[in-house]
């Protein structure tokens, strides 16, 4: 009864510490969960860095690690840490720390933006990467502050990307609706389909502008601002806020 009560105890201590995580995070912090739900209702945190190549996957407190020929499993508590989270564990006698902080991480490889920095520590050996799901960063609902070639005053753009790979909005008359693709080359969205009422001259112009910049996407950023950044050829952008 008492393990239980201690398995609960710790189990109760970690998600405050990923709540915590969460609110109190460094700056561009976003509203985004530090960890989805599996199949079981479980939380799981994915995370991975270079140089060396390494991945691990938390589910719950159980740590799956993978770097080079090296894998194993270890069982993992909430431990004191003056910021994020910090989780600790022991494999084979050595020292396991993992610390994660909700600040936004650029893949160093792809440059792809996700919630978390996480740092790993296996007895002297350090692992910097990033964790979380970059779709975290882009779900909700936007308002366009900037579009290439301006934008009129009164102009109501929206964008909201949900967790099915949706898109839809206002263009500033019509609605529009879409898919999106986030991959390892970065974010793509598909041709969508829009309803087809006319406005006047200056907002159609705007819609048919900024349905283009739209089509043209190729990747994705978070400024330290919290504006959403969607990034097409020469660097040309589309800047959203949250409402």
């Known amino acids: 009864m008492l393990d239980t009560t201690l398995q609960a105890t710790a189990r109760q201590h970690l998600l405050g510490a990923l709540l915590m995580a969460a609110l109190l995070g460094g700056c561009a912090q976003t509203a985004a969960p530090i960890a989805a739900a599996s199949a079981d209702g479980?939380?799981?945190?994915?995370?991975?860095?270079?140089?060396?190549?390494?991945?691990?996957v938390l589910t719950g407190e159980q740590l799956q690690w993978q770097a080079g020929e090296q894998t194993f499993s270890a069982q993992m508590r909430p431990a004191p840490s003056a910021?994020?989270?910090?989780?600790?564990?022991?494999?084979?006698?050595?020292?396991?720390?993992?610390?994660?902080k909700a600040r936004i991480c650029r893949d160093s490889m792809s440059g792809?933006?996700?919630?978390?920095?996480?740092?790993?520590?296996?007895?002297?050996?350090r692992y910097a990467g990033c964790g979380g799901e970059p779709a975290a960063l882009l779900q909700g609902e936007w308002q366009i502050s900037a579009l290439a070639g301006g934008l009129p005053a009164g102009a109501q753009l929206?964008?909201?990307?949900?967790?099915?790979?949706?898109?839809?909005?206002?263009?500033?008359?019509?609605?529009?609706?879409s898919r999106y693709t986030l991959s390892g080359e970065g974010l793509r969205l598909a041709p969508g389909a829009a309803t087809r009422m006319a406005c006047a001259p200056a907002l159609m112009d705007v819609e048919a502008r900024y349905l283009r910049q739209l089509?043209?996407?190729q990747r994705f950023d978070i400024g330290e601002d919290g504006t959403l950044q969607l990034i097409g050829a020469q660097d040309q952008r589309i800047v959203a806020r949250r409402p």
């Open 42 to 56: 479980e939380t799981v945190l994915r995370a991975r860095g270079q140089e060396p190549s390494w991945s691990l």
């Open 83 to 100: 910021s994020g989270m910090r989780l600790a564990g022991m494999h084979e006698g050595q020292i396991i720390e993992v610390w994660t």
């Open 112 to 125: 792809m933006p996700h919630p978390y920095e996480v740092l790993v520590r296996l007895d002297e050996r």
């Open 158 to 177: 929206t964008l909201q990307f949900d967790a099915r790979g949706r898109v839809s909005g206002r263009a500033g008359c019509n609605r529009y609706t």
């Open 215 to 217: 089509a043209a996407v």
